[in-house]
């Protein structure tokens, strides 16, 4: 569950499988070691991610949530922009190139998202969609521990991301240039950084997961179907989010039988005589 992708919509084609446990469902060639890993994540969130996310909840002001989510964002552009030039799409990499200008100056770094205000509006894009629309198969999917759905495709996908994020290659070029111990700091302050984005993006998706948890009757299947429909979605070139997606039904619930319809009324032999109409005693 500690992923940070949040659940779309599941169409009625995946349900069954989504809602039931369908062991056969396709994509899922290492289920029995997806779900050991599933159950892993599900005892760490309940035991240390959800105090956690209480925790920054309650002592990070909502606009300082907001804005260290905008940070992330923004240092997140020039990948959409990679992604968006290799797919050939000038205005979406101009969209992007011109958010992380704006955000980065006068958005402060990106801690204030002014390029939304002025009409530039956010975009996803990264290599995993890049390698699918170019017709790479998403292989089998996994269950990471500590991460959550992937796929193979993703996976690498999601290293190639990690490795042209201006933030990494910053990180890489001081380790080339300055002291061990400066070194050794910037080790430290790395994984800080990764799991302070982990908490940001976890919390946003919190109460979609929890609802997830509540209500489905098989969650690692739901979210399976949800994660493997999200990434086929975004590779037609759909944005999709859990708040736009329909409501699931539960195919596991028994299904009521169609009512009867009612046959229509036999009309009467006689009809009543309508006022100031005389009977005819001989009818």
Do not use: C
């Not at 035991?47 to 606009?63: F, H, N, Q």
């Not at 958005?107 to 969609?129: Q, R, T, W």
């Amino acid at each position: 569950m500690l992923f940070d992708t949040p659940p779309p919509a599941v169409s009625a084609a995946a349900t069954p499988s989504a809602r039931s446990g369908d062991a056969t469902a396709p994509n899922d060639l290492f289920e029995p070691v997806n779900r050991a890993n599933y159950r892993v994540n599900a005892v760490l969130e309940r035991a240390v991610l959800r105090p956690v996310i209480s925790t920054y909840e309650a002592v990070i002001p909502r606009p300082v949530r907001a804005s260290i989510h905008n940070f992330i964002d923004n240092w997140n552009e020039p990948v959409v922009f990679v992604n968006d030039g290799l797919q050939l799409n000038a205005r979406n990499a101009g969209s992007a190139a011109l958010r992380f200008s704006i955000n980065t100056t006068l958005g402060a770094l990106g801690f204030f998202d002014v390029a939304s205000h002025l009409g530039v509006d956010k975009h996803d894009n990264a290599f995993a969609m890049t390698l699918g629309r170019y017709g790479v198969a998403s292989g089998p999917y996994l269950y990471l521990p500590l991460v959550g759905p992937s796929s193979v495709r993703d996976a690498t996908g999601a290293v190639v991301d990690f490795l042209t994020n201006p933030i990494t290659q910053v990180r890489r070029i001081k380790s080339e240039s300055v002291e061990v111990a400066q070194e050794i700091a910037t080790t430290v302050d790395s994984p800080v950084e990764s799991v302070l984005a982990a908490v940001d993006i976890r919390t946003e998706n919190d109460p979609a997961l929890r609802d997830i948890e509540a209500t489905a009757t098989d969650p690692y299947a739901t979210l399976r179907a949800a994660y493997l429909q999200r990434t086929a979605a975004q590779i037609a070139g759909d944005q999709i989010t859990l708040e736009q997606s329909p409501d699931i039904p539960d195919t596991s619930a028994p299904v009521a039988p169609a009512a009867t319809p009612t046959p229509a009324a036999t009309p009467a032999a006689t009809q009543a005589p309508g006022p100031g109409r005389a009977v005819d005693p001989k009818a």
